[in-house]
């Protein structure tokens, strides 16, 4: 089902709005520095040589902003969480300026009070904008939208259309199949947008209806394709056997593979060297609490549901093959030290040697225990799908759930994350989960 209507119902240009603006005060606020730190214009020459080394701070910023999810769909959410979240972007930042402005005789620039003036000019500037802008783009005019259909999905839809300021429709009707036709005859036609369940068999009877009405007035969009567009997630009502052969392949582009073997070899290293800094101190305080295994070693399913085995810091009391942690009761609970290397993700390092390898990449679906992933099959309808590309370290589901799931319910919202990961895959989806996982880990060591 194709709209009619090229009008955008995610308001994609606000990231791009609000990172124009945070530019434009970052470098405003260097010349305000320089105004005021010198008490006049500043010369052509001061410029140039304040120039490059903060041309690297507003790059470091934003990173941070990103990373900090000051343009994510969620900001609109917080707004008293505002001032303290650009504040805490701005300390990391600053830190690593001082860093690069104190240690780093390229990057060396007099006097250095410039950078400390700059940081709290610009973080002042920054919030007023935000606090401003969030007002002004709250207020955006919402398009009327007739929703047809009475699944689990339509109704998600409705609630995010009436809390989220990105989504540019609000429901102004909700109906069902049998009651379309009705409807519309009793409406103004006054809609804007027709979001309708194209997969509802009941729905597509009338679909001729509809067009015939709407068409030359309104934008007819396909409820599921709103809902991923909307929750970054494939509605798992839309799985069949069809949908599976259509969207869901192991064939990426060739550079795409390239690129992200390249990365995975290089990262490996990076998170092998870490396990080893690492293993002395977990050692120590495993044997410290319980005197048990250092490791524990899984067999987990792979891709294309290869047996893979993996490498832990042991985390439990004792490793379970089949079991939720929920499920393992009083005998086989997390211990002290397992509970901080879990949250730390301490506890995964030592699989950077299956990523060396190629049983797993850096970013993909997390990969299940064997038992368990033999019970999920079962129970969830096309789970084996998840295996179609290599398991991860962190993924697009990881991010997006606060806990492991725990259970077949939260394991069902976990496989559609993992499916729109696995049917969008590209560099720069992975360039975002990337920034967002170190997000998670800095915000786990309280930093």
Known sequence: MRSNHTTPVINRKEPLILGAGDLFLLVFSLWATLVLRYGELPSAELIQAHAWPFAIVFAL?????????????????????????????????????????????????????????????????????????????????????????????????????????????????????????????????????????????????????????????????????????????????????????????????????????????????????????????????????????????????????????????????????????AEGGTENRVTRVGRFIRKTRIDELPQALSILRGDMSIIGPRADVAGLAVRLEKEIPYYAVRTVIAPGLTGWAQINQEKPPQSVEETKLRLSYDLYYITRRSLGLDLRIALRTLKTLLSRVGM
């Open 61 to 325: 910023s934003r990173v941070a902003f990103y990373i900090s999810g000051l343009y994510s769909r969620a900001i609109h959410v917080a707004r008293s969480s505002l001032p303290g979240t650009i504040l805490a972007a701005q300390t990391g930042n600053g830190l690593i300026a001082v860093i690069i402005f104190y240690f780093v005789p390229t990057f060396s620039v007099t006097p250095k009070v410039n950078l400390f003036i700059y940081l709290f000019l610009s973080s002042a500037f920054v919030i007023l904008w935000r606090l401003n802008t969030h007002q002004l783009m709250s207020l955006r005019r919402k398009s009327p939208a007739l929703v047809v259909g009475s699944s689990p999905e339509a109704a998600e839809l409705i609630e995010e259309m009436s809390h989220n300021s990105r989504v540019g429709l609000y429901c102004r009707e909700k109906v069902t199949a049998d009651k379309l036709i009705q409807s519309m005859e009793a409406s103004s036609d006054d809609f804007q947008y027709v979001i309708a369940d194209a997969d509802d068999p009941a729905i597509e009877t009338v679909l001729p209806e509809v067009y015939r009405r709407f068409f030359a007035k309104a934008s007819i969009i396909d409820l599921h394709e709103l809902y991923e567009e909307v929750f970054d997630r494939i509605p798992l009502s839309r799985m069949d056997h069809g949908w599976v052969m259509s969207q869901v392949s192991s064939i990426s582009p060739v550079l795409y593979d390239a690129m992200k073997r390249l990365a995975d070899i290089i990262l490996s290293l990076v998170v092998g060297l870490a396990a080893l800094v690492a293993y002395p101190f977990v050692a120590v305080a495993i044997k410290l609490e319980d005197g048990g295994p250092v490791f524990i070693a899984q067999e987990r399913v792979g891709k294309h549901g290869k047996p893979i085995r993996i490498s832990k810091f042991r985390s439990m009391q004792r490793n379970d093959s089949d079991k939720w942690v």
